[in-house]
């Protein structure tokens, strides 16, 4: 499609880079005194990738929201990622969407199509999941932001914490990493046409086939590796389940271009406010800098990082395959605490 505007001239950091730095979000969070609701099942805490409200013994409410300035020129691609990025969070959680509310921030100047097109990719991709679009909130901005609050479903029985990750689980990671490389590279010169391509269909790949299949697995911990970037989820993960999580960097799967472009030394915004957050707690000895930055680049509707018990992970990865979802199997846990990273 022709782009009247380019989205990102617009904007200083783009997609799930944009987030408020987790190590001064941790901080903030500190302060506040969790709610005590007996039916307040995932609240802050721990935090985890949604809020989960228990409405009766067979239902509960997950509810989550996400919004982030554009990281590509064209206004559908942006609107299906934003949408993508933010319905993930349920399916992170086990959940059903089944309800969205728009989030969006636009200039008065910005083009009439424009809007219109990424509020009606983003009406698509709802429906692709399942839920309906049923309105939202606009505001002026000089900054065009879009996004999406998301109400789903689960079974009070069937969530999947960050925090329940064991020992002797097996780790799982189901779409490739490098999404914030490969776009910041592209801007550099460094990746080409194709490169930026295949990121953006990742990008709006939901990740409800995934979760589909998954459900019957009954996984330990889950979340969708987005903004923080595979270390810092895995980090996240390690902390709020007490155990140590051992990445093995030599399997981690990533987008064509994206270690091209760390190669040439060139890093997102994102990758040092993540360093900044977990690289205390990462152990990486003699993991090339090329890997690392894979790990820390900040992704955007990334996939889900999936902790399950050993015995089981064969047979999920088959099941995976064999219906052409991808699948990678990328280390394990551990007694202990932190991130190794062999």
């Not at 064991?166 to 460094?190: E, I, N, Y």
Request: hydrophobic fraction near 45%; include cysteine; charged fraction near 25%.
């Amino acid at each position: 499609m022709i782009v009247a505007v380019r989205l990102t001239d617009l904007v200083t950091s783009g997609g799930c880079a944009a987030k408020y730095p987790a190590a001064q979000l941790q901080e903030l969070l500190a302060g506040f005194v969790p709610v005590e609701a007996e039916d307040l099942l995932v609240g802050l805490s721990p935090a985890d990738d949604a809020a989960v409200y228990r409405l009766d013994d067979e239902t509960a409410l997950v509810f989550t929201l996400d919004f982030f300035p554009p990281l590509v020129d064209d206004p559908r691609d942006f609107g299906t990622i934003a949408a993508t990025n933010a319905l993930n969070d349920v399916f992170a959680m086990g959940g059903r969407p089944l309800l969205a509310l728009s989030i969006a921030e636009f200039p008065e100047e910005l083009p009439h199509e424009t809007v219109a097109a990424i509020l009606d990719a983003a009406d698509k991709q709802v429906r692709e999941a399942g839920a309906i679009l049923a309105g939202g909130h606009t505001i002026r901005d000089k900054e065009p932001k879009y996004g999406l609050a998301v109400v789903g479903t689960v079974h009070p029985d069937g969530i999947w914490p960050k925090s329940g990750a064991r020992p002797g689980d097996a780790l799982f990671l189901t779409k490739p990493l490098g999404t914030g490389l490969v776009l910041h590279g592209a801007q550099r010169g460094l990746a080409g046409e194709a490169d930026v391509r295949e990121a953006v269909e990742w990008m709006t790949t939901l990740n409800r086939d995934w979760a589909d299949v998954l459900r019957a697995f009954r996984p330990n911990a889950v979340t969708d590796v987005t903004g923080f970037g595979l270390l810092g989820h895995a980090y996240e993960t390690a902390e709020r389940s007490g155990v140590r999580l051992v990445l093995e960097a030599d399997t981690w799967p990533a987008l064509n271009g994206a270690l091209e472009v760390a190669r040439a030394g060139e890093k997102t915004g994102g990758d040092r406010r993540n360093r900044d957050f977990a690289a205390a707690h990462v152990t990486a000895d003699g993991v090339s800098e090329e890997l690392l930055a894979l790990g820390w680049d900040p992704q955007t509707a990334g996939g889900l990082l999936i902790s399950l018990p050993a015995e089981k992970g064969a047979a999920l990865a088959a099941e995976l395959t064999a219906r052409g979802l991808f699948v990678r199997s990328i280390g394990r846990v551990e007694d202990g605490a932190g991130v190794t990273v062999d």
